[in-house]
């Protein structure tokens, strides 16, 4: 069994920078694609970025991309998303997530039902 948190939320400033975390235990998820994934309110949950075990290979949604950076220390089983140029529409609660076992590419858009491991959320506030 794998137990995610997620930390590093907080109210910014648009135009300004978070750095979200994501801490695993349990279980080892060095080998797992590990996933952002984000949820505003009155909106579905969405893809932001993902990362494969071997970090050779990630993903963004388009309207993160070349604004946010995903990461992971598999010595310290630890993911992180780096979140800068931050805009109102950023605005959600961000989820980390652990999935697809030993797939060394990402996919483009990977489906939330792909991961199996889900933390509770760290909410994201970018004030206008």
């Known amino acids: 069994q794998v137990q995610l948190v997620e930390s590093g939320g907080g109210l910014v400033q648009a135009g300004g920078s978070l750095r979200l975390s994501c801490a695993a235990s349990?279980?080892?998820?060095?080998?797992?694609?590990m996933g952002w994934f984000r949820q505003a309110p009155g909106k579905e949950r969405e893809f932001v970025a993902a990362?494969?075990?071997?970090?050779?290979?990630?993903a963004y949604a388009d309207s993160v991309k070349g604004r946010f950076a995903i990461s992971r220390d598999n010595a310290k089983d630890t993911v992180f998303l780096q979140m800068n140029s931050l805009k109102p529409e950023d605005t959600a609660v961000y989820s980390c997530?652990?999935?697809?076992?030993?797939?060394?590419?990402?996919?483009?858009?990977?489906?939330?039902?792909?991961?199996?491991?889900w933390g509770q959320g760290t909410q994201v506030t970018v004030s206008s």
């Open positions: 997530a652990a999935g697809l076992r030993f797939q060394t590419r990402v996919p483009a858009s990977p489906l939330e039902a792909a991961f199996g491991y």
């Open positions: 990362m494969a075990w071997s970090a050779g290979s990630s």
């Open positions: 349990g279980r080892s998820v060095s080998t797992y694609v």
